[in-house]
């Protein structure tokens, strides 16, 4: 069991915009600690794909934007292409277990 | 361009050690904090530690306290994590990262730890 929690599984067609949730508690998300968003591609290691809740690194193009409010976060993927399949993690920092937190993951597929 | 490699992995028993290495280049390596996390097979991330840049301030999840230790060595650009009292929960791939922006920001490739 995650502390953040992420949908197991989203699914979209070629250009449509996808949305992944990640939902927090008091202690970390809900205290105003940043979320970052990561990408892992099959057999690869992670992708840093949004810090901040909302900055893309340099590179990241900008069909990926995210965003947070209260206990939750969101990433959006607009325009969502089949080399966007991937596994995709949020985090934040919690303050009750001093220590950073992963969501569960998210599977993306592209239909 | 920035790089990490980790290495040290392997299989080792219930109870054992083993000691991760991660060398950077591409980087001016005292500068960066840095992070260790770990992923158990078909499984999702898990943090497992993190070092300031000095090398002073370190912090570790509950499931590791007490039983790994990581540390740096500046003139070598290498981190390592110390892993001791393994267990068949530990195996993972583990990964370092950059600790910077107050997130993971460049990784490594992973190296893969089998306690069985």
């Known amino acids: 069991q995650s502390v953040l929690t992420q949908p197991p599984s989203v699914s979209g067609a070629p250009g449509q915009r996808v949305t992944i949730s990640c939902t927090g508690r008091?202690?970390?998300?809900?205290?105003?600690?940043?979320v970052n968003w990561y990408q892992q591609l099959p057999g690869t290691a992670p992708k840093l794909l949004i810090y901040?809740?909302?900055n893309r690194p340099s590179g990241v193009p900008d069909r990926f934007s995210g965003s947070r409010s209260g206990t939750s976060a969101s990433l959006a993927i607009t325009g969502v292409q089949a080399a966007d399949e991937a596994d995709y993690y949020c985090?934040?920092?919690?303050?009750?277990?001093?220590?950073?937190?992963f969501g569960g993951g998210t599977k993306l597929t592209v239909l | 361009e920035v790089q990490l490699m980790e290495s040290g992995g392997g299989l080792v028993q219930p109870g054992g050690s083993l000691r991760l290495s991660c060398v950077a280049s591409?980087?001016?390596?005292?500068?960066?904090?840095m992070t260790w996390v770990r992923q158990a097979p078909g499984k999702g991330l898990e943090w497992v530690s993190s070092?300031?840049?000095?090398?002073?301030?370190?912090y570790y999840a509950d499931s590791v306290k007490g039983r790994f230790t990581i540390s740096r060595d500046n003139s070598k650009n290498t981190l390592y994590l110390q892993m001791n009292s393994l267990r068949a929960e530990d195996t993972a791939s583990y990964y370092c990262?950059?600790?910077?922006?107050?997130?993971?920001?460049?990784w490594g490739q992973g190296t893969m730890v089998t306690v069985s």
């Open positions: 990262a950059t600790w910077e922006l107050d997130a993971f920001n460049i």
């Open positions: 591409g980087v001016t390596f005292s500068n960066y904090a």
């Open positions: 070092i300031n840049a000095g090398g002073g301030s370190t």
């Open positions: 008091s202690s970390n998300i809900g205290a105003g600690y940043d």
């Open positions: 901040g809740n909302s």
């Open positions: 985090q934040s920092y919690d303050s009750r277990l001093f220590g950073w937190v």
